[in-house]
Every structure is written in C-alpha cells, then in structure tokens.
C-alpha cells in the first residue's frame, strides 16, 4: 500500500521539482556579483576608480570574520565577480541576470550617456550595499 502511495506522490513531486524556481534563486546572487564586477570593471576603465569593489570586499571581510562558515559560497561568488570584472574590461559589457548573457552592445567610456548609465549603476549598487552593511 505504502508503494503505492509513492507511485501516486512521485510524479507531483517530480514536477514541482522540475518547475520550481529554485535553480534561479541559487543564481541570484552569483547574477548580483556578475553585474557588479562588470560595473566595477567598467567603472576602472572609464573613471579610474574601485568604489564599488572596495565596498564590496569590506563588506566580504566582515561576513568572513562574523561567518566564517561562508567562506566557500563567498569564494565561489567572488570568483563569477573577478570573471565578470575581466570580461568587462575586455569585451566593455555587463552581465544581465534576466538574460543569463552578456548585454549584446558595447559600453564606451568617450560616450557621455554610456558614462552616465555607467555611474549610475554604480551608484545603484553602492547604495545597496550599503543599506545592506
């Protein structure tokens, strides 16, 4: 009887299994790291500063010294951060979480409205950080 209950049980857990949302909200915090080292790579190219990653490592030395069980999912997340940060620099993109891709056109530091859209990112992110610190 008990087997039969299972039979009955597994295809309903299988499928919410397989339509839940959980793989996405893993991922968001490694799109949130993505997004900000393509901002804090783009933000050194064009302005010349690390505002943003210099924040963020504060931030991270203070969770690695209150959580220092955290250590292995913040190394994971400061390696998609440095990932982004270098393709950035190189390829002048950001990551969209939405997508799961690199935005398509191209950022470009002698553009004031890409440099303005650049800083306000930054800000963006900064402030939450910020209020989360």
Not at 2 to 12: A, E, Q
Not at 49 to 70: A, D, V
């Amino acid at each position: 009887m008990s087997g039969n209950i299972y039979l009955k049980i597994f295809p309903i857990f299988f499928i919410f299994l397989l339509f839940s949302k959980n793989v996405y909200a893993q991922g968001a915090a490694s799109d949130q790291y993505k997004q900000m080292g393509g901002v804090t790579g783009l933000t050194e190219i064009c302005f010349k500063t690390k505002n943003l990653e210099l924040t963020l490592l504060k931030q991270i030395g203070q969770l690695f010294y209150t959580q220092p069980e955290m250590g292995e999912m913040i190394f994971g997340l400061l390696y998609d951060f440095y990932d982004a940060k270098a393709v950035a620099m190189e390829q002048k993109v950001i990551w969209n979480g939405t997508t799961q891709s690199y935005n398509k056109k191209q950022f470009d530091c002698n553009n004031a409205g890409d440099k303005k859209l650049i800083k306000q990112f930054e800000i963006q992110l900064m402030n939450g950080l910020k209020s989360q610190g």
